[in-house]
């Protein structure tokens, strides 16, 4: 992510977004208000005893955004850059996303402000014990349910759950999703996000009347959302033609061997060795401007703004990451007739999965994963109609279409509750 865009601060993103929607919706003022801000936060500074005898404090965070419609649900993030306004902003959008597919989660979030490519996995276990120590009191399966981000996986929600079950003197299967399959998790949940970003790009493949078959895609991002994605894109055809990690992209104009490059990327933690030769190195700016019927921004927030916009050559942007797009960079590609599928649509694979395992923990069965897959791609399918049925008849952008779909449905719920007393 480049500098100028870290200036951009993610939450203003995300209100921007509210009133843009709000007004669309024609919404009483007060319940706008009531849908902008966050409903609980906890700021934590704990110690951690690293591997060479020393204490440092690490900074972490926890917010509930709207538990209307159901439980918080949100991942926790490691990253050095996490502060407050952005899990704030993530956590909005986790609001928005659960009820665009229309599944019973309010929207949370949580972040540890550290390195984990500088840490141990001794040091990284210390830390998210101690942090689900200091969070214990917001979470639980009827409150709050964590889930893997960025820098987090199935490993960590493992300790997660270990720590919160300890405190409570049995296991407690359903206060993280994304836990490993031994431990309660769901068939699919890793794939689950990655997956979803293919089956809504494929839908608006179908409806811009664009073959998947030797469509040119390109790849922000190569975790579990970017690299599962770029398999998927691979597998039915498409020419994924450049992807990228933090530091750096490779790209060929003919394709790349996807699983060639994802395998060097796990062996060497990076794209570029001997082994990934047939692509040239690119920069992830350079990545973005690249032209292609399918580009995938699957890393971090705002990386499409008003300074690259005009330089975005392709048919099709389906988000894989949160907040990759500011809303003065939505309204330029809206104009230019390029197709959005927003993030809270196009990423909402992962919570919806996430819902899956939930489910089977509460009820101590297991879904097979063709029951998942059938059920996931029929609520992404619907959801993505849905949306675009909004856009086309009030004539707006799909980012503000899903919008209007989430708020409305968390609008309609906090009329029917009431405000108390």
């Not at 996303?97 to 550290?114: D, E, H, R, T, W």
């Not at 960590?156 to 431990?183: F, N, R």
């Not at 509460?362 to 609520?379: A, V, Y």
């Amino acid at each position: 992510m480049t500098n100028k865009a870290k200036k951009i601060n993610p939450l203003d993103v995300a209100m921007k977004q509210v009133d843009i929607a709000a007004a669309k919706l024609k919404l009483d003022p007060g319940l706008v208000e009531k849908t902008k801000y966050t409903k609980r936060e906890l700021i934590v500074h704990f110690p951690v005893k690293m591997d060479d005898g020393s204490v440092k404090i690490f900074t972490g965070y926890r917010v509930q955004h709207n538990v209307t419609r159901g439980p918080g649900k949100g991942g926790i993030r490691y990253h050095p850059d996490v502060d407050l306004d952005e899990v704030r902003a993530l956590a909005m959008w986790m609001t928005w996303k659960a009820a665009v597919v229309n599944i019973p989660f309010g929207g949370a979030k949580g972040g540890v402000q550290c390195n984990p490519k500088n840490m141990s996995m001794q040091e990284l276990e210390k830390m998210t014990r101690r942090f689900t120590w200091e969070i214990a009191m917001m979470i639980g399966p009827d409150q709050d349910i964590p889930a893997p981000d960025v820098y987090t996986n199935p490993q960590v929600m493992a300790w997660i759950m270990d720590t919160y079950s300890t405190m409570k003197g049995y296991a407690v299967h359903g206060v993280v999703t994304g836990k490993p399959l031994e431990l309660g998790g769901s068939l699919g949940r890793y794939e689950a996000t990655g997956k979803g970003v293919f089956i809504t790009a494929q839908e608006a493949a179908r409806h811009l009347g664009l073959p998947i078959e030797g469509a040119r895609v390109v790849v922000q991002g190569c975790g579990n959302v970017g690299g599962i994605a770029a398999q998927y894109f691979d597998r039915a055809g498409a020419k994924v033609i450049a992807i990228s990690d933090s530091k750096s992209g490779v790209c060929n104009e003919n394709g790349l061997n996807i699983s060639q490059v994802l395998n060097c990327k796990q062996r060497y933690s990076c794209l570029i060795t001997p082994e990934a030769r047939g692509g040239e190195e690119i920069t992830n700016e350079e990545l973005l401007e690249l032209d292609c019927d399918i580009l995938v921004p699957s890393a971090l927030e705002n990386q499409i703004t008003e300074k690259n916009v005009s330089k975005i050559k392709t048919k099709i942007i389906a988000e894989g990451a949160n907040g990759p797009t500011t809303p003065e960079a939505d309204k330029v590609l809206y104009d230019r007739g390029i197709f959005m599928v927003p993030d809270i649509l196009g990423n909402a694979g992962g919570v919806t999965v996430s819902y899956f395992e939930w489910v089977q923990n509460l009820q101590e069965l297991l879904w097979n994963e063709e029951e998942i897959s059938e059920r996931l791609t029929r609520i992404l399918k619907r959801a993505f109609n849905e949306v675009l049925n909004i856009s086309q008849r009030e004539k707006v952008d799909m980012r503000t279409a899903a919008l209007m779909l989430g708020i409305g449905r968390v609008v309609e719920a906090t009329k029917l509750r009431g405000i108390y007393p």
